[in-house]
Nanobody
Framework: VQLVESGGDSVQAGGSLRLSCAAS????????MGWVRQAPGKEREGVAA????????DLADSVKDRFIISLDNNKNIMYLQMTDLQPEDTAMYYC????????????????????RGQGTQVNVSS
């Protein structure tokens, strides 16, 4: 499956963005999809995951009260709605997917997924 992210932009602190991840194949065929981010000089961080069958979301503690992950299996698009953005949210955001349950479906397991997009940049200024 090919994944293409979009929606990244530059915003001020407190602003909102919605990232999209379009899949080339039916998202319902995957087991889990999610988002990973990487800031310059920092390790990759699993941000959010969603079980594509049950629609169960899971978010990292750092974003739990501000981000929402959702999935439209009819359009084969996954979203990350981000609110109250802060400078520490500045990063390249990647979507990822996997077809099996080997790693489970959590923000940390998304880091191990085999399929990943090219990323979309989010910049948050103070």
């Amino acid at each position: 499956v090919q994944l293409v992210e979009s929606g990244g932009d530059s915003v001020q602190a407190g602003g909102s963005l919605r990232l999209s991840c379009a899949a080339s194949d039916h998202t319902a065929k995957t087991y889990c999809m999610g988002w990973v981010r990487q800031a310059p000089g920092k390790e990759r961080e699993g941000v959010a995951a969603i079980n594509t069958g049950a629609g169960t979301p899971d978010l990292a503690d750092s974003v739990k009260d501000r981000f929402i992950i959702s999935l439209d299996n009819n359009k084969n698009i996954m979203y990350l709605q981000m609110t109250d953005l802060q400078p520490e949210d500045t990063a390249m955001y990647y979507c990822a997917a996997d077809f099996g349950a080997w790693y489970g479906c959590s923000p940390s397991s998304v880091l191990k997924f085999a399929f990943r997009g090219q990323g979309t940049q989010v910049n948050v200024s103070s």
